[in-house]
């Protein structure tokens, strides 16, 4: 265990599950303050009686109200991981409404544009950092739907352009290949698995310790980090 | 505020690398000798590789208590691994460093490359990546290779186009040998921007101002933020076939 962040705040957003979880983990390992937000009370709660004194605050990152209620309680940051998202449906282009697009737009970028916008104040205070967690098909697109790839695309170019302008906040991305952490059926970790080199899906544990590193590393800024197995490998 | 699962997972948190056998290549200064630092000090035996700065090499070397073994990786690859798996017992980690350092080289003027330089800097950029990867592969069991390129090689660059050629073939490699090498090899690279003891050393003080200045972080790397880099990438067994630029936000690539 070691104590390297200790002194820091750290806001993990979706931090009660999955890899969000895990981040969670490892950040309060390393010694930060780690507040958690999340849709359910309940996952929350759970998160913090598994791994220790952790602060949560139900906030859903797509309502603006949310949000300001967030910010009321997260007082000092160091440390921003914009983790909220996911799939929400899958269905081929012709099969995806415009609708859905906008709620995966929400959910997947905007969320994070949002808590971006709140927690600059403090950021700036602190000449703290971001990791925004992207995924793999952001980098290449997969047959997960074109709104999600797109979202996550936008999402690795925004941490990119962010690199520059909020510096000297630093501003990094990473970008996860299969990481099982719901309930998947086992064709489907078979088919995810296929996809990577390592023949294998990632652990939450693995993904947590490349933000780690983003965090840790002061030159670091602008990177997109791939945790993948190796499935994708271009830029 | 204990969790005792995360405790058995690391069973010695203060030295991830203990008992895994390291070779540097390149590793009498500069970014060599900060990795080989890095992974002496995370638990791993390490061995450093050298041409001609000896008295360089076997004082970074006796530093750790490591090792400092001659050879051209551009010739002497087999010959060199096999030295090193010999006296260690082992190889589980291998850093392509070395590098055809030429001041000459670094020109924006097509007439001033000459055929011998193209030949020097390929031959132990990108050949020694290539024959020292391949030597390695025969001997590890699992393992891990990092390779070391620059924002060159992703970008291009005015006058460096021999740097960006052999750098570029680097990236190339790094996910060509991690599709061959998988599942028990992850072969990673390295995209280094502007390190404190790299080439920024031959810039003029006013010439490194204006460099620091277009970087976000405003500043040049350090060798600790290298070796924490490398360490990462020597200790994660599901990061393989990636380029991870460390360059403080100046290319954004």
Redesign the interface.
């Known amino acids: 265990m070691d104590n390297t962040l200790a002194g820091k705040t750290a806001l993990v957003t979706g931090g009660s599950r999955g890899i969000g979880k895990a981040i969670t983990r490892a950040l309060f390992h390393a010694g930060a303050r780690v507040i958690i937000c999340g849709r359910e009370a309940k996952s929350l709660i759970a998160a913090a009686k598994e791994i220790g004194e952790i602060l949560c605050v139900p906030a859903d990152v797509r309502r603006e109200k949310d949000v300001r209620k967030l910010f009321k309680v997260v007082d000092r940051l160091d440390i921003l991981v914009n983790n909220a998202g996911g799939m929400e449906h899958y269905g081929k282009f012709d099969e995806t409404s415009l609708d859905a697009w906008r709620s995966t737009f929400e959910f997947n970028l905007l969320g994070a544009v949002s808590v971006t916008r709140a927690a600059l104040p403090l950021l700036r205070k602190s000449r703290g950092c971001i990791v925004n967690i992207a995924s793999d098909v952001g980098r290449r697109p997969f047959d997960m739907g074109p709104d999600y790839c797109a979202a996550k695309a936008a999402l690795i170019s925004l941490s990119r352009y962010l690199a520059a302008e909020l510096a000297p906040i630093r501003v990094n991305a990473v970008c996860p290949g299969p990481v099982v952490t719901g309930n998947w059926g086992a064709a489907s970790i078979r088919k995810a698995a296929e996809r990577t080199l390592a023949k294998r899906t990632g652990t939450p544990e693995e993904v947590a310790s490349a933000v780690l590193l983003a965090v840790k590393n002061g030159y670091l800024n602008g990177a997109v980090l791939g945790v993948d197995g190796g499935a994708v490998r271009t830029p | 505020?204990?969790?005792p699962k995360?405790?058995i997972?690391n069973p010695h948190?203060e030295a991830p690398l203990s008992g895994k056998v390291a070779l540097v290549t390149g590793g009498s200064r500069g970014i060599g000798a900060a990795i080989a630092r890095a992974f002496a000090a995370a638990g791993a035996r390490v061995a450093i590789n050298y041409r001609r700065s000896k008295a360089e090499a076997v004082a970074v070397a006796r530093s750790f208590g490591g090792l400092a073994v001659k050879g051209d990786v551009g010739r002497h690859a087999d010959k060199l691994i096999k030295e090193v798996a010999a006296k260690l017992g082992r190889l589980d980690l291998l850093v392509n460093n070395a590098g055809h350092s030429e001041r000459e080289a670094w020109t924006g003027d097509l007439d001033a490359v000459t055929e011998d330089m193209w030949d020097r800097v390929l031959d132990t950029d990108l050949r020694g990546t290539f024959l020292c990867s391949r030597a390695a592969a025969r001997v590890m069991d699992r393992g891990k290779i990092i390779n070391v390129t620059s924002i060159p090689a992703?970008t291009g660059e005015r006058e460096g186009i021999v740097y960006s050629v052999a750098k570029a073939g680097v990236l190339g490699m790094t996910?060509s040998l991690?599709?061959l090498l998988?599942?028990k090899i992850?072969v990673n690279c390295m995209a280094f921007?502007s390190i404190e003891t790299g080439w920024v050393q031959w810039l003029p003080a006013p010439m490194k101002k204006s460099y620091e200045s277009a970087i976000?972080?405003?500043r040049f790397?350090?060798p600790e933020?290298v070796g924490?880099?490398a360490l990462?990438l020597a200790?994660?067994?599901?990061?393989?076939?990636?380029?991870?630029?460390?360059?403080?936000?100046?290319?954004?690539?």
Do not use: C, I
């Open positions: 505020m204990k969790n995360s405790e997972r948190p992703l996910k991690a599709m998988a599942p992850q921007g976000p972080v405003g790397g350090k933020e924490q880099l990462f200790t994660n067994d599901w990061v393989t076939g990636q380029t991870y630029v460390l360059d403080g936000g100046e290319a954004r690539v």
